[in-house]
């Protein structure tokens, strides 16, 4: 069975630090691992995802994410927070090599202090 | 803006009533799968169809069901609304295998 807990419901951050949210999966087969961030009001868009080959992950809006299977971890990091990453922020995992549902974490907000 | 969209954005019903939620896939896509968002949580799947078939649900009861139409869009029915079913409902297309894009969502509160 899948699943992901994610360490920290709310996150703060001061403009220009470092952003890492944390993320550690259960899975019995080998995981396709994802991370999505939902604005207020809006739907899931996609940051980036680990599927196989390189464990170092480069998504979107300057975010990166490492696949670490002997800590069976998948933390989200930026160099320097901007304003408009204050969001929340959802790890998944995916069973059956990503060909079915996403199992979520329960998600962290992230909040950048000006 | 992921091509997917849903109606209604929002709805209120009252406890027992049926709600019908609406979702247009992106062009190309043959796999969609609905997620009930409860406040403060992460979504959670409650099933997925392909190619007009059911192939995979959650931990959801009867009450929930859907379809999937030629075209490729879908509904998601909820019979018998309870209060705990007010949630923002999120539909995601994919092409079968692939990653999954999601919807805005349609914010469902019952009351």
């Known amino acids: 069975a899948q699943s992901v807990t994610q360490l920290g419901s709310h996150v703060s951050v001061s403009e220009g630090a470092l952003v890492l949210l944390r993320c550690n999966y259960s899975?019995?087969?080998?995981?396709?691992l994802f991370w999505y961030v939902q604005y207020p009001n809006q739907g899931l868009q996609l940051l980036l995802k680990?599927?196989?080959?390189?464990?170092l992950v480069k998504g979107i809006n300057g975010f990166e994410a490492e696949f670490k299977k002997s800590e069976t971890s998948f933390h989200l990091t930026k160099p320097s927070a901007h304003m408009s990453d204050a969001a929340e922020y959802f790890c998944?995992?995916?069973?059956?090599?990503?060909?079915?549902?996403?199992?979520f974490g329960t998600g962290t907000r992230l909040t950048v202090i000006p | 803006e992921t091509g997917v969209t849903q109606s209604p954005t929002h709805l209120i019903k009252t406890r027992g009533q049926q709600v019908t939620l609406r979702c247009s896939s992106q062009?190309?896509?043959?796999?969609v799968s609905w997620y009930q968002q409860a406040l403060g949580q992460g979504p959670q799947f409650i099933f997925q169809?392909?190619?007009?078939?059911?192939?995979g649900r959650g931990n959801f009861p009867p009450r929930f069901s859907g379809l999937q139409f030629p075209n490729y869009s879908s509904e998601l029915n909820v019979n018998a609304l309870e209060l705990d079913d007010s949630a923002l409902y999120l539909c995601?297309?994919?092409?079968?295998?692939?990653?999954?894009?999601f919807g805005p969502g349609t914010r469902l509160l019952v009351l």
């Open positions: 680990y599927t196989t080959g390189a464990t």
């Open positions: 995601a297309s994919r092409l079968a295998g692939d990653t999954q894009y």
């Open positions: 998944a995992v995916s069973d059956l090599n990503g060909a079915n549902n996403l199992f």
């Open positions: 062009s190309g896509h043959n796999t």
């Open positions: 169809y392909y190619r007009e078939e059911e192939n």
């Open positions: 899975s019995s087969v080998p995981p396709y």
